[in-house]
Nanobody
Framework: QVQLVETGGGLVQPGGSLRLSCAAS????????MGWYRQAPGKQRELVAG???????NYTNSVKGRFTISRDNAKNTVYLQMNSLKPEDTAVYYC?????????????WGQGTQVTVSS
């Protein structure tokens, strides 16, 4: 089992910045692919950014150039730096950790942190 705890959400004005953190409970964190997802009211959960165990990153088009995902394996933590925030970025943001062990998928979620972009 891996417990994930997200912090860093809050209320920010359009154009502002926030940094989300997700701390994992296990030192095997380094073997997991990590992702940040978000879910706005009435919408499906969507992948915002992902980072592989090897450090390769990917982003949904709407956040490219504004958001940066990174990981610190020494701290068992993944980050999402969000700049130039827009009202449409408002959502609950979830941290995800996953890896395949043979044919079994280990898939874990945090409890979510609210991000609200509003003036």
């Amino acid at each position: 089992q891996v417990q994930l705890v997200e912090t860093g959400g809050g209320l920010v004005q359009p154009g502002g910045s926030l940094r989300l953190s997700c701390a994992a409970s296990r030192s095997s964190f380094r073997t997991y692919a990590m992702g940040w997802y978000r879910q706005a009211p009435g919408k499906q959960r969507e992948l915002v950014a992902g980072i592989t165990a090897g450090g390769r990153t990917n982003y949904t088009n709407s956040v490219k150039g504004r958001f940066t995902i990174s990981r610190d394996n020494a701290k068992n933590t993944v980050y999402l730096q969000m700049n130039s925030l827009k009202p449409e970025d408002t959502a609950v943001y979830y941290c995800n950790a996953r890896q395949f062990v043979g044919v079994r998928l280990d898939d874990y979620w945090g409890q979510g942190t609210q991000v609200t972009v509003s003036s």
